[in-house]
């Protein structure tokens, strides 16, 4: 029982108080998600006049490069506006790689390097949102497979070389898979680093994987365009099999470590 009124109110305070928190908290991200959807609709439709007024103007060709880095500013500003919506940096970065893509196919047609672009603008996009927050880790997932990707590109086009021979009805495998092979197991090797902090253990048998893909890749070399998909099913059930063998279970009561922002 209470001794006195004094001692419970001040029993009782703490708990309105928090409840009173809870409510502002609330009313605040009710109002922080109208204050972006507002300013999203402001910049997109002073944006979408102007660039209707440039259509007008000049070719069509210009359209959908100017509708894509409208949309890429009008994310980029929602992204900037708070910390919050730093989802927003994922959307920016994908409508100006394709704003990117279309502007160099008008100035340079049929060059390789606009692929070279997309893939490394996209890249930077996943690279730059996994930076911002430990709880955005998985982002370094598409980034890394975006820069592996883009490196092969890069190879193609830098380093002459004979093209695999075609085969109908089967896939059509660049010479430099291995790379992309060896980017990807680099990838889920470099979170497998982080599993102190970060719940990525898992991430050890993608990259021992991927990694086998990429010997077998280079082993096989240009039959790997015929048994590409044995290769695969056989690597993806010995990499099961070894997850099955060494996974552990966590012993009791012990938690999965936190992540933090």
Avoid at 146 to 168: C, D, K, N, T
Wanted: hydrophobic share 55%; glycine share 6%.
């Amino acid at each position: 029982m209470f001794e006195n009124e004094n001692e419970m109110n001040t029993t009782i305070k703490p708990q309105s108080a928090n409840k009173k928190e809870i409510k502002m908290n609330t009313r605040s991200d009710k109002n922080q998600k109208s204050k972006s959807i507002t300013i999203f609709l402001v910049i997109f439709f002073i944006l979408a006049g102007g660039g209707l007024l440039a259509a007008t103007q000049s070719d069509d060709e210009v359209v959908a490069p100017v509708i894509m880095f409208l949309f890429a500013l009008c994310f980029s500003t929602i992204a900037a506006w708070s910390k919050k919506n730093q989802w927003a940096i994922i959307p920016t970065g994908f409508f100006a790689s394709v704003g990117l893509v279309t502007t160099l196919e008008i100035f340079i047609p049929e060059s390789e390097a606009i692929g070279l672009g997309f893939m490394l603008l996209l890249a930077a996009t996943f690279f730059v949102f996994a930076i911002l927050s430990k709880k955005n880790w998985w982002a370094i997932i598409p980034a890394g497979t975006f820069a592996s990707i883009g490196l092969v590109v890069v190879l193609e086009i830098l380093i002459p070389h004979e093209e695999y021979p075609r085969i109908q009805g089967t896939l059509t495998i660049a010479v430099f898979i291995w790379v992309l092979f060896l980017g990807l197991a680099a990838t889920f090797g470099a979170l497998w680093l982080t599993r102190k902090t970060l719940p990525t253990n898992w991430t050890k048998y993608p990259a021992v994987g991927f990694l086998t893909m990429a010997v077998l890749s280079i082993i096989e070399g240009a039959r790997f365009s015929q048994y590409w998909l044995v290769t695969t099913l056989l690597v993806i059930g010995v990499t099961l099999l070894l997850a099955m063998l060494t996974g552990k279970k966590p012993a009791a009561g012990q938690q999965v470590p936190k992540i933090n922002v």
